[in-house]
């Protein structure tokens, strides 16, 4: 890991990037092994738990929609899906846009479960995050999002 640069004059703005995907990658296998281990107490998966976030934030979704949204293949968000509705968390319920795809919604079960899930996770993230001000946490998330936006002609089907 690379000291911080805050006190010396700015690097190569690439350079910066390649320091924060270096840091998203272990971040984002740590809370993937995070969300397993506590996975018994809902029995979610991170995949099932990706589903069930983006309907809690977007109501219900196509398959081809929650692929597009994340970035993943319509095969592995269908995967996920057929588990979370084999586990009674979500339903598929009839498009009037579209007969062959239908749209995915949380059932009761599904809103509970992916709840716990997020409390449980603002908790620890809180105590993680405690010497960070607001304006750090702004700042992280514009440039993330900035980053995201820049890749978002990446085909991942």
Do not use: W
Not at 49 to 68: I, K
Not at 136 to 147: E, F, G, N
């Amino acid at each position: 890991m690379s000291e911080d640069n805050g006190s010396q004059a700015p690097g190569d703005p690439g350079d910066r990037f390649v320091e924060i995907f270096d840091l998203v990658g272990p971040l984002y296998r740590r809370a993937q092994r995070k969300v397993e281990q506590d996975a018994p107490l809902e029995g979610l998966s991170v995949g099932v738990r990706a589903v069930l976030n983006m309907l809690r934030e977007d109501g219900p979704l196509t398959v081809p929609q929650m692929g597009r949204a994340q970035a993943l293949s319509r095969q592995f968000v269908q995967r996920m899906t057929n588990d979370a509705a084999g586990l009674g968390l979500v339903e598929f319920l009839p498009n009037p846009a579209h007969k062959k795809s239908s749209l995915i919604a949380l059932t009761e079960d599904g809103r509970a479960a992916i709840n716990a899930v997020i409390d449980r996770e603002r908790t620890t993230l809180r105590e993680a995050g405690a010497d960070l001000t607001d304006t750090d946490i702004t700042a992280c998330i514009r440039v993330l999002s900035c980053l995201l936006h820049s890749l978002d002609d990446i085909d991942v089907n």
